[in-house]
């Protein structure tokens, strides 16, 4: 919806004949409702939900598709606010993040959606692999976010914000997606850009960057925010000296940059782009660790750190606020439902 390109593992017409243990349908508009109109899909849905299988949708889909085929009839759904009205009688609407009705699973929005799918891991494996997927996550299902600053400086920033975000094979997708997705929400220009021409991230996801590492290099930005995701931050980013270099002359000319999860450790770090008194945190807290600091998101001067995959919304709204201001944040973090 906001420009990030990924890759299909196979088409609809592929999947016709092949069976799941679930079907999920994201949402964004019109994404949900081409979705919704593509027949192919729907016979699939169809017998896969008829078979008794689980079904799940999120924010404009649940109306947009599953109430458009029927196969939300008696059924408790939540969607979008601004969906919500799209459900027929048929369909009680709840207002609720989640709601698990038998076998169908649907989420309010984007702010939502790590809790839904938590919600679709308990259904499949219960609650116990929830449990050993959300801590090292940092999940934190309250909405809103917030940061802790030290030593406050105005970032540099003329114009439309212009921001780097380098990825690699293992860079963790989440970390990626949505911060690329709210900076775009907020107007800025983000040029993704791979070390390698097929990304293909910590779990599979194919992503398709907008330059590659070596053309980004050259050019100038206001933020450069590095993703974690092993092994891509150690063994490729970590050792990319184009990025280096660029990353110690950009913050040497005291322009913001950042890291989320490992890159922080494993990026910033070795690389003396935490130095000094400065304070960041990341997602393996150490006591040891001089510049260690406890908080969920941290911005001390031009850093900006956070801990893990759960933070990667609060960490984007944190870096727009600091680009754009307070009240272009919250302008984002409305239309994410993350208030």
């Known amino acids: 919806m906001y420009g990030v390109t990924v890759v299909a593992d196979a088409s609809v017409a592929d999947c016709a004949d092949a069976s799941y243990d ?10 949900a409702d081409n979705l919704g109109g593509c027949a192919a899909l729907e016979g699939i849905v169809r017998r896969h ?7 799940a949708a999120i924010c404009a ?8 085929w029927g196969l939300l009839d008696g059924v408790k759904a939540t969607a979008h606010p601004e969906f919500v009205d799209k ?7 709840v207002d609720a993040n989640v709601v698990v009705d038998g076998r169908v699973v649907t989420g309010r929005g984007p702010a939502a959606a790590m809790e839904f799918a938590l ?3 308990d259904q499949l494996y219960g609650k116990g692999k929830v449990d050993e997927i959300a801590k090292p996550m940092m999940v934190r299902y309250e909405p809103g976010y917030a940061f ?11 114009g439309t914000p212009r921001v780097l975000i380098p990825v690699a094979n293992g860079s963790e997708e989440m970390e990626v997606l949505v911060t690329v997705d709210v900076l775009r929400r907020a107007k800025a220009d983000v040029v993704v850009a791979s070390a390698e021409e097929v990304v293909v ?12 590492l070596q053309d980004a290099a050259g050019q100038q930005f206001d933020l450069i925010v590095v993703p974690g995701g092993m092994p891509g931050v150690k063994t490729t980013l970590a050792d990319k000296v184009e990025l280096m270099a660029l990353l110690k002359e950009h913050a040497a000319a005291g322009r913001a940059y950042g890291a989320i999860g490992a890159a922080t450790a494993q990026v910033l770090e070795p690389h003396g782009l935490i130095g000094g008194s400065m304070k960041a945190t990341t997602c393996a807290s150490r006591a040891d660790r001089p510049s260690e600091c406890g908080s969920r998101v941290v911005v001390d001067g031009n850093l900006a750190t956070s801990g893990s995959t759960g933070t990667a919304m609060e960490f984007a ?13 919250r302008e984002v973090a409305e239309a994410l439902l993350f208030v």
């Open 148 to 158: 802790e600053e030290l030593n406050p400086v105005q970032w540099r920033c003329s």
């Open 22 to 31: 679930l079907v999920v349908l994201p949402g964004g508009v019109p994404g």
């Open 317 to 329: 709204l944190a870096v727009v606020e600091k680009l754009l201001g307070p009240e272009a944040a």
């Open 201 to 212: 991230a910590r779990h599979g996801t194919r992503i398709v960057a907008d330059a590659l």
């Open 119 to 121: 919600a679709l891991v």
């Open 87 to 93: 459900f027929p009688a048929e369909v009680a609407g």
């Open 49 to 55: 939900a008829l078979g008794g299988g689980l079904c």
């Open 61 to 68: 889909a649940p109306p947009l598709a599953l109430a458009r």
